[in-house]
């Protein structure tokens, strides 16, 4: 049961463009979001988060957006920089308290290649 | 150190066998998970210590998979009679107090059985 789902396993941007990263999830518990970047051999680094209370924050070139009828979240990298090339990670959390909190559940990543 | 520190960072076993992995995390940060990253997949949790106790181990697949946090610091992932399933990138992180927030990775183990 995939609760985070990242349906576009590669997307290829030209530098300078729009990127564009779509992550789904099914949980309404869910009221957390974070995205994370990976590169080859490293662990994910934190990027953008978004509490359910909004449905938009922005960080620099980057702005995730939240529609939480439709449970659906997007990252948005403009302009694209070929250094952004990457695996890139959504993850939820669910509610705060309880054992649970701070568990993260991640979708299965999205290739970005930014091409020069 | 400044981030969260994982030893070994490659580890090949033969099938059977018994195998720790360890978890070095931010000084002072209370909270630390245990992730595993199969190929062409995200990272799934497998266990959550707040301090010594293991808040929360819903993720472990099985009971050949135990973790320990003895001191509220390391933390050690110990997998017996190991399995080619096991194969994947076992990730550390930790975070000053729990939650999603301030979350750090390490640069993982990857796990080899053959």
């Known amino acids: 049961d995939q609760q985070v789902k990242q349906n576009s396993p590669s997307l290829s941007v030209q530098e300078g463009r729009i990127s564009i990263l779509n992550c789904d999830y099914t949980?309404?518990?869910?009221?957390?979001f974070l995205w994370y970047k990976k590169y080859p051999a490293e662990g994910p680094t934190f990027l953008i988060s978004?509490?359910?209370?909004?449905d938009k924050n922005e960080d620099g070139r980057f702005t995730v957006f939240l529609n939480k009828s439709a449970k659906h979240l997007s990252l948005h990298i403009v302009p694209s920089q070929p250094g952004d090339s990457a695996v890139y990670f959504c993850?939820?959390?669910?509610?705060?308290?309880?054992?649970?909190?701070?568990?993260?559940?991640f979708g299965q990543g999205t290739i970005l290649t930014v091409h020069p | 150190g400044a981030g969260v520190s994982q030893t070994p960072s490659n580890k090949v076993t033969e099938k059977g066998k018994y195998v720790e992995l360890r978890c070095d995390p931010i000084?002072?940060?209370?909270?630390l998970y245990w992730y595993r990253q199969s190929l062409g997949q995200g990272p799934e949790f497998l266990i959550y210590?707040?301090?010594?106790?293991?808040?929360?181990d819903s993720g472990l697949p099985n009971d050949r998979f135990f973790a320990v946090r003895p001191e509220g610091s390391v933390s050690t992932l110990k997998i017996q009679r190991t399995e080619r399933g096991d194969s994947a990138v076992y990730l550390c992180?930790?975070?000053?107090?729990?939650?999603?927030?301030?979350?750090?990775f390490g640069s993982g183990t990857r796990l080899t059985v053959v």
């Open positions: 949980n309404s518990m869910f009221d957390y």
């Open positions: 993850a939820a959390s669910p509610n705060a308290g309880g054992t649970s909190y701070g568990k993260l559940t």
């Open positions: 000084s002072g940060h209370t909270a």
């Open positions: 978004i509490s359910s209370i909004k």
């Open positions: 210590f707040q301090g010594t106790g293991a808040a929360d």
């Open positions: 992180a930790s975070s000053p107090s729990g939650g999603g927030y301030g979350y750090t």
